[in-house]
């Protein structure tokens, strides 16, 4: 195992328990709870470096999804014949479950969540995994399932062949990580597809039929599943489409469903496009439409993704910390209804903030930038705001912003940016928030 975080982890149980001669090589320190479990389970480990034990002729290497295949140890590997593969990758070789794989640039937590909700209401033996909750290798130490929602993210499908969704989900493509893929978007949109590459006539591929990327990359590429295209914007056939603002999933050789979108429990088109995503798959499973039309009705959106802190005296606050990037920025402020105070910041990603102008003249009414670095966003956005200000930390940007909000304003931190820079990441960045919120 080459990394000792979660997914490596978890797969080092799930070779130690299938019988595998397992050892756990990380190149920097392992964390200490990862370090008693493995010592638990009797598994051989080395931090701070890879050793001739790892590399002296290992049957395969199960690589952890932060660690680029560009390294030259993983090169070295391959040449030398090794198999390399991901968590998932071996995760899906020793179960037997129906995969739900969902991906994409933005939105496939939500969609994750929500089509795990739908299926446990619906009784189904249904376990969350991935890039959500616990690793899959982790997930089937406790023993298999007959279905999984999985969130899975480029860099774990990097190192997946043989894995193979009963439906795969792709919510939308847009530029995001290109550091890992050498700045080539071709690159990040071959990752991506990869969660469709096993798959068969028999299974399911669900996609936005608004996401340009996406509807060019399917005219080109023999994409062998079902397809079932959603769209807000046009009718579309064997997937759900919006018409009167009623989401429509007409599923062929499937009875009709539909729903009024004022009755979703998730607001904004972004929300509306998950929420369709999930109740395709789940109505290609046949499950109820009461339990799905319910379903969608009573969800409780994930942690740090639009999620509602508090109301104090009139004002709003949001919590989005999980929107590092623009375009996952962009859908939270399209969602608002109300004028926003907006805290962003971070380490910049090489954002092109331009497609963000238009939202922002029609509802920011001031801009606080958390970062320790805030000059590219104070150059873009000082002409186009009346009032902008920078914080050092969150507990200073929550304070900012109640004082420019009014009764009736939102304040809400969707940053754009990664959290590197003043916080651990951006569970952690959400969390200082919250509780700057509670401290007001």
Not at 50 to 70: C, M
Not at 108 to 135: C, E, F, P, Q
Not at 220 to 230: D, F, G, Q, Y
Request: proline residues 2%.
């Amino acid at each position: 195992m080459l990394g000792a975080g979660e997914s490596g982890t978890g797969a080092a149980l799930l070779g130690h328990k299938l019988g595998y001669d397992v050892f756990v090589s990380d190149s920097g320190q392992v964390a200490e709870k990862y370090q008693n479990v493995l010592n638990k389970s009797g598994i051989k480990w080395e931090e701070e470096g890879h050793t001739e034990t790892f590399l002296a002729n290992p049957d395969l290497v199960i690589k952890s999804p932060g660690i680029p295949g560009t390294i030259d140890l993983i090169k070295n590997l391959k040449a030398q014949g090794v198999e390399v593969i991901s968590e998932i990758e071996f995760g899906a070789r020793h179960s037997s479950s129906k995969i739900i794989a969902i991906t994409g640039t933005n939105g496939k937590t939500t969609t994750t969540m929500l089509t795990y909700h739908i299926l446990k209401n619906a009784r189904l033996d249904v376990g969350i995994a991935g890039n959500v909750g616990n690793s899959f290798c982790g997930e089937l130490i406790e023993g298999d399932r007959e279905y999984f929602v999985l969130e899975v993210s480029s860099f774990q499908l990097d190192d997946a062949y043989q894995f193979k969704p009963f439906i795969s989900v792709i919510t939308n493509i847009t530029p995001d990580h290109l550091d890992r893929y050498g700045n080539e978007m071709n690159r990040y949109v071959d990752a991506k597809f990869r969660i469709t590459q096993a798959q068969d006539e028999n299974d399911h591929f669900i996609y936005s039929a608004d996401n340009q990327i996406l509807v060019s990359e399917i005219e080109k590429r023999e994409v062998k599943p079902k397809l079932h295209p959603i769209s807000i914007t046009r009718p579309v056939e064997n997937g759900a489409k919006l018409i009167d603002n009623k989401l429509i999933i007409n599923i062929t050789d499937k009875p009709l469903f539909e729903m009024s979108i004022h009755d979703l429990a998730l607001l904004g088109k972004h929300n509306t496009k998950n929420s369709m995503a999930a109740g395709v798959a789940a109505r290609i499973l046949e499950i109820r439409k009461e339990v799905v039309r319910d379903s969608l009705a009573d969800f409780q959106n994930v942690e740090h993704r639009l999620e509602f802190v508090a109301a104090i005296h009139g004002i709003q606050f949001i919590n989005d910390s999980k929107a590092t990037n623009v375009n996952s920025t962009w859908y939270a402020l399209e969602s608002m209804r109300d004028p926003v105070v907006w805290i962003v910041g971070g380490v910049d990603k090489g954002n092109d903030y331009s497609m963000l102008f238009d939202l922002v003249a029609d509802k920011v009414k001031a801009i606080i930038c958390l970062g320790t670095d805030n000059k590219k966003l104070l150059e873009t956005f000082s002409q186009r705001v009346e009032n902008i200000a920078e914080a050092g930390s969150a507990r200073e940007a929550v304070g900012l912003g109640y004082q420019y909000a009014e009764k009736g304003d939102v304040v809400l931190l969707s940053p754009c940016c990664a959290s590197f820079d003043l916080f651990d990441n951006y569970e952690d960045r959400g969390q200082q928030f919250k509780h700057a919120v509670k401290m007001l």
